[in-house]
């Protein structure tokens, strides 16, 4: 029941200027409009359950209760965080009951990833048969925290971070309402939008802290950043946001681009991942994609590891810094990469087969009259320092699986194997 006084309760501004129809609901046009995938369903006043995928604060609560509004449903939120069985029970048994009086029932789970499996699975019968509408809202990549059977019964739709123009135009409304504009320079606007990181509601909430300095001091850039709390980088260790920020580093050093590498390096540091993670996938790269292009690229990563373990953050961080700029300027190469795949599968067809002889050590009476190491040519003995003797197995033809790129030392080792292949058939032939 609303209380009499209720109306004369502060609301914070965020709650004020929140959104009265849809068309009001800012940078989810993509969606919202009448030509998109939400705007079509709401024009033909046919909801199809769905989820609403997007970062905090870009609108998902407001355009579920919008959508509940613009087709005449009874709109029931929920948190998967407060609530558990029981509270759907009741939910659900309700929502029966007015579908027998005519009305249907649109049921907003926020943060539907906390649900486990089994009751994720409790939502599937009600959806089925019409009960209910389901949004659920999440932050986290559905195809990781949802379950299967709900995916197939559910619409995706991801909502963006809201980007510069949809942050402007919150801040114009947010003057309106406070009715002056921000003591704010032009730079020091800028840098607010950027503070709110594409968080709407994480902006108004710094309006409403500025909107209590006085109107006759400007505030540039430095005081701003004093005056108010800057928001959090978004990354969660455990979730999405790690895999995405560690695969745009790789392919920023796979892709010899040092300033994004940099950037992306930046990023996971300043948004708490354990930077020996950060190496461990750095050896990886310079295994992986330089090799023997530089051999001294995995020189350079371990002696990284080696000075982050001596000094810790933040003076360590340089180590790994160096490193990553060592690793995006070097040459590329996937020959070693390559080579030890084919290596491992040439290994698994051809089973169990021996080495020839001469590739044996006899160190025993026995192994020597078995002819173990007969015909042995020791090639620092010879006069190329190369004897071409086969060591692959007698009843298994010579297989090529490295193959220099030519670029950077590979190119030096591609001429030392030329010339070894060509000495090989000379000897072959004589």
């Known amino acids: 029941m609303t209380s009499l006084f209720e109306h004369q309760a502060p609301r914070p501004l965020a709650d004020r200027l929140r959104p009265k129809k849809l068309s009001e609901v800012v940078g989810q046009d993509h969606l919202l409009s009448e030509d998109g995938a939400i ?17 905090p604060g870009c609108g998902k609560t407001t355009i579920a209760r919008l959508l509940a509004e613009a087709t005449s449903m009874h709109f029931e939120p929920l948190s998967a965080v407060f609530s558990g069985v029981a509270d759907l029970r009741k939910i659900f048994d309700a929502a029966k009951k007015r579908r027998v009086g005519g009305q249907g029932t649109l049921l907003f789970v926020d943060e539907i990833h906390r649900f486990n499996r089994a009751q994720q ?3 599937l019968p009600f959806v089925e048969d019409g009960t209910v509408v389901l949004i659920g809202a999440t932050t986290e990549n559905p195809s990781f925290e949802l379950n299967g059977a709900l995916l197939s019964r559910a619409q995706v739709f991801v909502l963006r971070r809201l ?6 135009l919150l801040l114009g409304r947010a003057e309106a309402e406070i009715g002056r504009k921000l003591p704010l320079d032009a730079e020091a606007r800028n840098a607010l939008k950027a503070m709110a990181d594409g968080d709407g509601r ?32 978004l ?3 455990a979730q999405e946001g790690h895999y995405n920020l560690i695969s745009a580093l790789h392919k920023s050093v796979r892709s010899s681009d040092a300033d994004a590498a940099l950037y992306w390096l930046s990023r996971m540091l300043a948004g708490g991942e354990h930077p020996i993670y950060i190496l461990r996938r750095m050896v990886r790269m ?7 292009a530089d051999p001294q690229a995995l020189a350079q990563t371990i002696a990284a590891w080696d000075a982050y373990e001596r000094l810790g953050s933040p003076e360590g961080d340089l180590a790994i810094a160096q490193a990553t700029i060592y690793l995006a300027t070097a040459p590329k190469s996937v020959a070693a990469y390559v080579a030890f795949g084919a ?11 021996m080495p020839p002889k001469h590739s044996l050590n006899a160190p025993t009476r026995l192994m020597k009259e ?10 620092p003995h010879t006069e190329e320092g190369f004897s071409g003797q086969n060591h692959f197995p007698d009843e298994m033809p010579r297989r090529t699986f490295y193959r220099p790129v030519d670029r950077g030392f590979e190119r030096e080792i591609r001429k030392r194997l030329d010339y070894w292949e060509k000495l090989r058939q000379r000897k072959q032939e004589t």
């Open 286 to 292: 310079a295994t992986e994609d330089i090799g023997l």
């Open 121 to 123: 699975d409790g939502f």
């Open 39 to 55: 705007g079509r369903m709401v024009k033909a006043r046919r909801l199809a359950s769905m989820v609403l995928w997007g970062p």
């Open 343 to 353: 290596s491992q599968r040439a290994a698994k067809e051809t089973g169990s087969l």
């Open 235 to 237: 990354y969660d260790k």
């Open 202 to 233: 994480f902006l108004l909430n710094l309006v409403e802290e500025l909107a209590t300095l006085p109107e006759d001091e400007i505030l540039d850039t430095a005081r701003l950043t004093t005056a108010v709390q800057q928001r959090a980088p």
């Open 370 to 379: 078995l002819g173990y190491s007969d015909g042995y040519v020791y090639d």
């Open 163 to 168: 980007d510069d123009a949809a942050l402007e």
